[in-house]
């Protein structure tokens, strides 16, 4: 495997059913990804592309064949701890954008952060410094609804990238756009690719594809072609984008937080 490798799949297949009603969703379905690699995988109604996305972000499990992630097979791991690398690893973006619509956006945005030990008020930071990148920082107390489907979509960007995940999924992330609104969004995950993220689009508009670096179209579970418009050579390398800050770095909490932090050790020391 090479350095440059993020995923490899091999001989994956999912499959539903039983004898008569047996169906194969993915059938011995082989590949291999680059980091920087921007995908958009294509291909008729039923053929396997949300499964293979859900495969691929640890959402769902193949029923046999290989999954390695970063060099480990995490085809096998416990549900445990594909929760916690999907967490570190990976941000979707999905066509219905996926967002709590009683929580704010700002919270929306954080809540991929519950799982990384920051505190509340770094996290909400955080997520307010990535709505600042998306021009999103003034609505950061609407909720979702109160905005357009183009700039919930960009919330759900927002939420995808704020752990700084390193392969960003997306189905069909402009199917419910109008064009001047998709081209937005495709506009968002270019930057975000050109700073050496992988990402992995599904979408069944084929002028979308000018964004990608490799077009596969898949047909019953498989793939049918496969063509990379953009050499290995060529791909963006990643540069370290650092929204979020250390949980030491106490520059990043209030002096709230840092109260509450001395009262409760306070309180420690006295048990
Ligand atoms: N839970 C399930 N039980 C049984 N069959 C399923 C299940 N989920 C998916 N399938 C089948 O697996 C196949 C692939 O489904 P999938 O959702 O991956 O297709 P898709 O390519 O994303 O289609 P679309 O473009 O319509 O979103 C379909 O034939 C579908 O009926
Ligand atoms: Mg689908």
Redesign the pocket.
Known sequence: MSENTIIELKGLT?K??YGDTE????KDFDLTIKRGEFIMIM????????????IIGLLDRATRGEYILNGENVAGISSHRQAKLRAKKIGFVFQNFNLINDLPILENVALPLVYTGYSKTSRLKNASSVLKRFHLQEREYYLPYQLSGGQQQRVAIARAIVGDPEIILA??PTGNLDSRSSHIVMEELKGIHEEGNTIIM?T?NPTLTVYATRVIN?LD?QIDTDVKTVADANLPQPISVKIKKRKSDFSSLTDNDVKRSRRSRRSRRKK
């Not at 169906?23 to 993915?26: E, I, K, M, R, T």
């Not at 291909?43 to 859900?54: A, D, E, I, W």
């Open positions: 999912k539903y059913g169906s194969f969703a993915l291909g008729p109604s039923g053929c396997g592309k949300t499964t293979l996305l859900n189905d069909e599904v069944h898949m579970g």
